[in-house]
C-alpha cells in the first residue's frame, strides 16, 4: 500500500529552524514529484515546495523561497523540509504529497502541527 509518512514537527520560537522528513513506500518513489503543502487555520492549503524526479524544484509564494529549502534523496524514499527563520505566521499543518500526474497517482500524509510562539 502506498503511503507517505511526515514527521518532525513542533512548536519552535521565532527565528528558529526545523527540519521536516517525508518518507514514502509502496510506490517507485524516484518517478514521482515531491512536495510540501501547508494549511492554516482557517486557510487553504497552499504549495510551498516541489521537487519533481528529475530533481527541478519549483517553490510556492515569494515569501518562501529564501527561507525553506526542499530536497529529496531517492536511494532513502525521503524528501526533506528544511524550515529557516520561523515566523508566527508559518504556523500551519505540513503535508507531504506524493504526486505522478500522467498516471492520476497521489498520495498524502496525514500531516505534521508546525506552531511557531514565542
Known amino acids: 500500500q502506498a503511503q507517505v509518512v511526515e514527521s518532525g514537527g513542533g512548536l519552535v520560537q521565532p527565528g528558529g529552524s526545523l527540519r521536516l522528513p517525508c518518507i514514502g513506500s509502496?510506490?517507485?518513489?524516484?518517478?514521482?514529484?515531491m512536495s510540501w503543502y501547508r494549511q492554516a487555520p482557517g486557510k487553504e492549503r497552499e504549495l510551498v515546495a516541489s521537487?519533481?524526479?528529475?530533481?527541478?524544484?519549483?517553490s510556492g509564494a515569494d515569501s518562501l523561497k529564501d527561507r525553506f529549502t526542499i530536497s529529496r534523496d531517492d536511494a532513502k524514499r525521503t524528501v526533506h523540509l528544511q524550515m529557516n527563520s520561523l515566523q508566527p505566521e508559518d504556523t500551519a499543518v505540513y503535508y507531504c504529497n506524493a504526486r505522478w500526474s500522467q498516471y492520476g497517482y497521489d498520495y498524502w500524509g496525514q500531516g505534521t502541527q508546525v506552531t511557531v510562539s514565542s
Open positions: 521537487v519533481d524526479s528529475a530533481g527541478r524544484r519549483t
Open positions: 509502496g510506490f517507485t518513489f524516484g518517478r514521482f514529484t
